[in-house]
């Protein structure tokens, strides 16, 4: 099915800015906001969120920043993958309760 748009920052200019789309399929949120850099990234980078879990973002991540007006376009795109997530598991079925995210 692809990509499903839910909005784009209504303050945006016309380059880049963030966007949020859902990949209902797949089960995924997809955002695009401004890279963090700098003094947030290092927090983010040299924090022990986790207990044992490896400080820092590997390579193959990222780390985003995207402004609260977004919040209610995120909220129906995860409202969207969690009822695809529903259509689709029966009683019983291993992805009942699961975690979004988890594999």
Known sequence: MGLEFFGIDPETNE???PTVWA???RRRLVIQGDTVT???LAEVSETEWVTGHKTGVP???SVISIPERMIPFIRKACDAIERAGLQDSAPGDEEVGRAS???
């Open 15 to 17: 380059e880049g800015s």
């Open 23 to 25: 990949d209902v399929a």
């Open 38 to 40: 700098g003094a947030e």
């Open 59 to 61: 390579a193959h991540e």
């Open 101 to 103: 995210g988890d594999a």
